[in-house]
């Protein structure tokens, strides 16, 4: 049973920095592309960042770029994501998520193919 367990939210103080961690069970985690999204109350699901199977290819939505960082490590089935200079409006509840891919090199920047989403994470940003 694949799972995908979301850790590292908290309350935080904005202009702070916290760092979530996403641990992989029950899958070969080096096949899959890997990423965050995040949504916040009364808002849809967005995406916030993305790795590809190698770690090679990134990618930010522009709200984050530049203050977060994801990174993984395939030895350790993990995926992270290094939040810095955080701002109320990151306020939300932050998931995990994966979608296999045939390419190394893949790094997805939706929804659209994810094949496994964690339960999410909540960080709360104060002013």
């Known amino acids: 049973q694949v799972q995908l367990v979301e850790s590292g939210g908290g309350l935080v103080q904005a202009g702070g920095s916290l760092r979530l961690s996403c641990a992989a069970f029950?899958?070969?985690?080096?096949?899959?592309?890997m990423g965050w999204f995040r949504q916040a109350p009364g808002k849809e699901r967005e995406f916030v960042a993305a790795?590809?199977?190698?770690?090679?290819?990134?990618y930010y939505a522009d709200s984050v770029k530049g203050r977060f960082t994801i990174s993984r490590d395939n030895a350790k089935n993990t995926v992270y994501l290094q939040m810095n200079s955080l701002k109320p409006e990151d306020t939300a509840i932050y998931y995990c998520?994966?979608?296999?891919?045939?390419?190394?090199?893949?790094?997805?920047?939706?929804?659209?193919?994810?094949?496994?989403w964690g339960k999410g994470t909540l960080v709360t940003v104060s002013s």
């Open positions: 998520a994966a979608r296999i891919h045939s390419s190394g090199t893949y790094v997805f920047t939706g929804a659209s193919g994810i094949n496994y």
């Open positions: 029950g899958m070969p985690f080096g096949s899959y592309a």
């Open positions: 790795i590809s199977r190698s770690g090679g290819n990134i």
